[in-house]
């Protein structure tokens, strides 16, 4: 597990405003459809494009979450928005989404507002390591790929049991390493980190021992890594196909080390990927 300091943050932040030289979730988002997360297939039949298998994720999430009427929700890490519209559309809860780039927060309050969704969503700009929230103040919590980039996953997890209440559920869609790990898997891991600012890798086991020792106990885990294996490929696939643009105003050599980076991702076996879902004490 890699523990940071918060100033890390500011890589993650550059990444996501694309103010860096790649400008990657932009590019994500226009022939995604603004998922900013894996996409979901059934095997290797199911022939569902990029922007339905990321809208399957977020079903698999919202199941997870089982959200009641009237509840509070915590997105941890909301992109622009996407997923937390769809919970909304589904369920008659209310929502907070929490970024650490101000663009995205821009993003998805344009977004909430012309999705009729403003009255039940607010997007802020926070750290999830410091919540500008009271105690006790949500009802459920989500982190849809968002805490492999926080510095110290520790102190988001305790923030998290922190704003939650008591009995009350946390989903969490991430990726885990298997161990072990080779030297050359190890190379992968460290250029991964490197790429797309991730800090917080761990084994299952490890991530389920920090859960509980903040009082999360883990009801479900599903080891969904075959079903988006294919994420990696097609990214890779639709970043070089807009390469001269993603070059446009930056570095050929950072986007080609980003598109070998992802398309490594998808072959390296310690890579796994799970969805959690648990309640808190
Ligand atoms: N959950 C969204 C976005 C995933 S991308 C989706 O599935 O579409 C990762 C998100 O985590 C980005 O919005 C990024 O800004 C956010 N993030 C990363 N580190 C964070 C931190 N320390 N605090 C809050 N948000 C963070």
Redesign the pocket.
């Known amino acids: 597990m890699t523990v940071g300091s918060p100033d890390m943050?500011n890589d993650?932040?550059n990444f996501?405003n694309g103010s860096g030289t790649v400008r990657v979730a932009g590019k994500i988002r226009d022939r995604w459809g603004?998922?900013?997360?894996n996409g979901y297939w059934h095997d290797d039949a199911d022939d569902a494009p990029p922007e339905v298998a990321t809208e399957r994720l977020?079903d698999l999430m919202i199941d997870l979450l089982e959200p009641r009427p009237g509840q509070n929700v915590l997105?941890?890490?909301?992109?622009?928005g996407?997923?937390a519209f769809r919970l909304l559309r589904a369920h008659a809860v209310r929502l907070v989404g929490?970024?650490?780039?101000e663009s995205?927060v821009e993003q998805a309050r344009v977004g909430a507002a012309e999705a009729g969704l403003a009255d039940r969503a607010t997007f802020e700009y926070?750290?999830?390591?410091r919540l500008p929230f009271p105690d006790d103040s949500f009802d459920a919590a989500w982190?849809?790929?968002?805490m492999f980039?926080?510095?110290d996953r520790d102190r988001?997890l305790a923030e998290a049991a922190r704003v939650l209440r008591p009995k009350s559920r946390l989903a969490l869609a991430d990726f885990v390493l298997r161990t072990p790990i080779s030297e050359a898997g190890m190379q992968v891991v460290d250029r991964i980190c490197e790429t797309f600012g991730v800090h917080s890798f761990s084994s299952l086991d490890d991530y389920l021992a920090q859960l509980s020792s903040h009082g999360f106990t883990a009801l479900d885990i599903r080891d969904i890594s075959d079903n988006v294996a294919r994420t990696g490929t097609l990214l890779a696939d639709a970043w070089e196909s807009v390469r001269e643009q993603l070059v446009e105003n930056g570095n050929s050599a950072e986007v080609d080390a980003m598109i070998s980076a992802t398309r490594d991702f998808t072959s390296t076996p310690e890579f796994g990927y799970v969805l959690i879902s648990a309640t808190l004490d």
Do not use: F, R, W
């Open positions: 943050n993650v932040a996501y603004g998922n900013l997360h977020t997105d941890i890490g909301c992109g622009i996407k997923p929490i970024t650490i780039s995205q926070a750290d999830a390591m982190a849809l790929e968002s980039h926080v510095p988001a």
